[in-house]
């Protein structure tokens, strides 16, 4: 059974920068297949960053220049570094399989808080 631990997460001034890390066990599947989601208040859960191969990456717009997908496969964890960071960056982070379900299971996420 897959289980997916997201951590890195804190509070930080805007354009300040955080990693987070998501380790990831018990997963029949590559880490390239893995991509960072967010959740903000009272909004939808969005992609942001995503393997499309296992040499590039794509990001959402608002989020292209500033964050970049990692992984370590020897570890099992997959990584995103956020530089610049916006107080619109506010919101849960979680990774998961580019085919995770809403009502799929998720981890418990990594609160990420920018101050303007």
């Known amino acids: 059974q897959v289980q997916l631990v997201e951590s890195g997460g804190g509070l930080v001034q805007a354009g300040g920068s955080l990693r987070l890390s998501c380790a990831v066990s018990?997963?029949?599947?590559?880490?390239?297949?893995m991509g960072w989601y967010r959740q903000a208040p009272e909004k939808q859960r969005e992609l942001v960053a995503a393997f499309t191969t296992p040499v590039s990456a794509n990001y959402a717009d608002s989020v292209k220049g500033r964050f970049f997908i990692s992984r370590d496969n020897a570890k099992n964890t997959v990584y995103l570094q956020m530089n610049s960071l916006k107080p619109e960056d506010t919101a849960v982070y979680y990774c998961?399989?580019?085919?995770?379900?809403?009502?799929?299971?998720w981890g418990q996420g990594t609160q990420v808080t920018v101050s303007s």
């Open positions: 998961n399989a580019l085919w995770a379900r809403p009502d799929g299971y």
């Open positions: 018990g997963s029949i599947f590559s880490l390239n297949a």
